[in-house]
């Protein structure tokens, strides 16, 4: 069986290819290149050939709706919109309306569930900063959701009179790892990324006290900058929310 796999976010959408139970391909192409091009942009980049389309969407309900007209001419297949549910593939939903949950937490836990038999803090570092807990049988404890860093360092110049706006990269470059910053630019930087580690940080110390031991799994664009501020052993998992659909596939 071959399919397509569709990670849709806010900021990026990403894809890969999965063949005979294998990841083959991966790529992304951001959101704004959509919102200028059009869906067209990705008829040079995905497959037309396979047997099945499944698809994590956050970025809306009109969004998904030309997503799913696009791949029909595309691929002449139905997209599968994946939605919470109660209880599946080794993971219980924590909320009380399971479907409320965000459908990419639900598929990064599917995902983090696959890799990690135990208990696990699923960080998902994008526009939006998730961290869901999951316990050693896969009880979804409950989460948190944060701005993502790009978002803080935002709102930091929106509301204030001389603060920079910082762009991604000079997110990334700003620090050079230093906690204390000799620039305004690297002090901003420094900070958004020492506010998410903490929660993170928090959040491990919470589960420790239920005496859980739980593995840190990071994804998302900004989770390495978030795991180069955290003083814990964290995972990388660039491709977490597609191991969750694939998985909801096999």
């Avoid at 860093?149 to 009179?161: E, F, I, R, W």
Wanted: glycine letters at 10%; charged letters at 20%; hydrophobic letters at 45%.
């Amino acid at each position: 069986m071959k399919a397509l796999l569709l990670d849709v976010g806010n900021s990026r959408l990403k894809w890969g290819v999965l063949d005979s139970a294998a990841m083959r391909r991966t790529g992304h192409v951001t959101q704004s290149a959509i919102r200028e091009q059009g869906l067209s942009t990705l008829a040079r980049k995905l497959p037309r050939n396979v047997d099945a389309v499944i698809a994590c969407n956050v970025a809306g309900k009109t969004f998904a709706t030309d997503l799913a007209a696009f791949i029909r001419s595309h691929c002449g297949l139905d997209v599968q919109f994946v939605q919470p549910v109660a209880k599946a593939f080794g993971v219980t939903n924590g909320y009380r309306q399971p479907q409320r949950l965000g459908a990419d937490r639900w598929v990064a836990m599917i995902g983090a569930r696959a890799w990690c038999a135990s208990s696990c803090l699923v960080v998902d570092a994008g526009t939006a900063i998730t961290i869901d807990a999951l316990d050693d049988d896969g009880q979804h404890l409950g989460g948190q959701i944060l701005p993502g860093l790009q978002l803080m360092a935002s709102a930091l110049a929106k509301n204030t009179g001389d603060l920079p706006n910082l762009g991604t990269r000079q997110l990334n470059t700003a620090t050079n790892g230093k906690i204390f910053a000799g620039s305004t630019a690297a002090a901003i930087a420094s900070g958004v990324s020492g506010a998410a580690a903490g929660a993170v940080a928090r959040a491990l110390r919470a589960m420790r006290q239920k005496g859980f031991k739980p593995t840190v799994i990071l994804t998302g664009g900004d989770a390495l900058r978030i795991q180069s501020a955290l003083d814990e052993e964290a995972h990388f998992r660039p491709q977490l929310v597609l191991e969750g659909l694939a998985r909801i596939l096999e």
